[in-house]
């Protein structure tokens, strides 16, 4: 057992049984040229959070905590895209539509795909979800469940929504969350900051928070 120092209080972290769960670090959401780029977002802001990303995902591989990646997106023929999602935003070019790097958080496609600075190991499970929520419509909980995990180290874009969703979910469902704050990222500071807040509020209702820097100092060394 280690302890972490974070917000609202210490975490107990037992690396035998946690997990980083790294959150739809993909192209189209963190390159230029990405389809949040096409939507005028800044997505320098997404991309501060690689190289602390990429510090804690080599120290947990170090430390051989198990590791799972997750990308949002769909089917190819885009049965399981509900209509309200696909018309929300009335976007002049969505989901499904050709973009700049394929088609849009369409399964297989080049922007759909996780940035190269984070790509996954073999044997590093890869979660495509539908949905914002990463155990929505997917076997997260069961892989979980069946390799003994019950705390989430969180990672990934963006915080205000597939990371708080997920944080959500997965307090639901028993898992003890530590959000790493340097590591989660948001096209918008002020939602970066919200987002923050809501989890670790209130005595931790969702989860705990805190920097990268003191995750990797509690991190076991192999």
């Keep these: 057992m280690s302890v972490i120092e974070a917000e609202p209080y210490d975490f107990e972290l037992s690396p035998s049984r946690a997990a980083m769960l790294i959150i739809d670090m993909q192209r189209d959401f963190l390159e230029p040229g990405g389809f949040g780029d096409a939507l005028g977002n800044d997505v320098t802001l997404l991309r501060k959070t690689i190289a602390p990303t990429r510090r804690l995902l080599d120290a947990a591989r170090r430390a051989g905590l198990t590791i799972i990646h997750t990308r949002e997106g769909h089917r190819a023929d885009l049965a399981d895209l509900p209509p309200a999602k696909k018309a929300r935003g009335r976007f002049a070019t969505g989901i499904g539509d050709a973009g700049p790097m394929g088609r849009i958080l369409v399964r297989g496609e080049p922007g759909h795909d996780i940035i190269p600075e984070l790509y996954p190991l073999r044997g590093e499970p890869v979660i495509d979800k539908p949905g914002k929520g990463a155990f929505h419509a997917t076997d997260l909980d069961a ?19 597939c990371v708080n969703t997920s944080v959500r979910e997965a307090n639901d469902r028993g898992y003890d969350c530590l959000v790493v704050s340097d590591c989660v990222g948001s096209y918008f500071p002020e939602f970066q900051e919200m987002g923050l807040r809501m989890i670790k509020a209130q005595g931790g209702i969702f989860g705990w928070v805190a920097p990268s820097e003191a995750v990797i100092a509690a991190l076991p060394s192999t």
Excluded: W
């Design 143 to 161: 892989i979980l469940k069946n390799l003994g995990i019950a705390q989430l180290i969180v990672c990934g874009v963006t915080t205000e929504v």
